[in-house]
């Protein structure tokens, strides 16, 4: 059996359905295989560029094989300026198939993901629809929202992968919002099904994976750790810019809150710092970023290692770091255990994994 896990825009959850369906099918005693042929986001491990998904499915079950087969093509800077002067589909068609063999050998069951929309790839001649048909997979269309836009961006996306011959094996909506999930499950399920797309399954809104955790803001911003490395998986809820006086700010102060504020605010970092209490309480606050690349007094640095608040030193300027944070794209990472374990939960109970199983047999 293998599966080709699409989605009809970035960050719809398809590595969340990814990680919900690998886990299922361990439970159900099958032997894994995983590939993800074309990665946009890669990190350099043993000299292979390999993209972050293959790293945390690797990572996080040990699934068996190589690495640099999970995730044959990466697409470095350039990449696609370089293919189009000097285009060779053959050889990027040779080295996902030589993977995919690979990790496809003695599997019970294995996983194809994707990467963005359909047409992601087409610039060389490597879309999601293009691969699905050489692997000769049926795909899962992972789409998020409410009725209308799910549905409209489904059937795009079912367009081109009709083209290429390759069979639409259902759709799974996710980030449905709680209060609106009894309206719209039954809604998109019918309207889909009037489409020909059977649903697979309607997912809430889970906020614990839309949030960003203090090390990827780390990361993406990057950002000088001051204090609190020991709480980076500290989970950002909301944010607060720091441009009111300290005591507006008290009232904003909770589980979750990122202030944002210059590094010569040493008022409001006080306010924040006094809010938890100038203890190793992270039930206040989630983190700090200091803007400007300026860092506050030394006597207030010393209070700030004795919370363990994490804080983040960064050159731009605070408009800069609140848009940056804003526009970021959170994704599941290797060792975030909260995450990985509220994907296969919401998989787990949202996704009819035995009517894939049997679809997946018929075919």
């Not at 285009?87 to 990467?115: H, M, Y």
């Not at 983190?287 to 209070?303: A, C, Q, Y």
Request: charged share 20%.
């Amino acid at each position: 059996m293998k599966v080709y896990v699409a989605a009809t825009r970035q960050n719809d959850g398809k590595t969340i359905v990814s990680l919900g369906l690998i886990a299922a099918f361990l439970q159900r005693n099958k032997k894994i295989g995983y590939i993800k042929p074309v990665g946009q986001h890669y990190v350099e491990v043993d000299g292979h560029k390999v993209d972050e998904d293959a790293v945390l499915v690797k990572e996080t079950y040990d699934i068996p094989g190589e690495l640099h087969d999970m995730s044959p093509v990466a697409v470095p800077r350039g990449f696609t300026e370089a293919y189009i002067t000097n285009p060779n589909r053959a050889a990027l068609a040779s080295s996902i198939l030589v993977s995919f063999d690979r990790v496809s050998e003695d599997k019970d069951f294995v996983l194809i993901e994707g990467t963005g929309h359909a047409g992601v790839g087409s610039v060389f001649d490597m879309s999601n629809a293009d691969v699905a048909s050489m692997t000769d997979a049926k795909v899962i269309l992972v789409s998020s929202g409410g009725i209308g836009k799910p549905i409209d961006e489904i059937m795009l996306n079912k367009a081109l992968f009709d083209s290429r011959g390759v069979r639409i094996l259902g759709a799974i909506i996710n980030k449905i919002q709680p209060d609106k999930y009894e309206k719209i499950a039954p809604l998109v399920t019918k309207g889909l099904q009037r489409k020909g797309i059977e649903v697979l399954g309607v997912m809430p809104y889970v906020p614990v994976l839309s949030n960003p955790t203090i090390a990827e803001l780390l990361a993406d911003m990057e950002g000088e750790m001051l204090s609190g490395a020991t709480n980076l998986r500290s989970v950002v809820k909301r944010t607060l810019i720091g441009a009111m006086p300290p005591h507006e700010a008290l009232h904003y102060f909770n589980d979750g809150t990122l202030l944002i504020t210059p590094g010569t605010r040493e008022d409001m970092i006080l306010a924040a710092l006094g809010a938890c209490g100038f203890g190793n309480d992270l039930s206040c606050i989630a983190g700090i970023v200091l803007t400007g690349g300026i860092r506050p007094h030394e006597r207030i640095m010393d209070l700030i290692n004795r919370s363990n608040i994490p804080v983040i030193s960064v050159p731009d300027d605070t408009f800069t770091v609140a848009t940056k944070i804003n526009n970021l794209i959170v994704k599941v990472r290797p060792g975030e255990t909260a995450k990985i374990a509220a994907s296969e939960e919401v998989v787990a109970k949202y996704v009819d994994i035995d009517r894939i199983t049997s679809m997946l047999a018929e075919t």
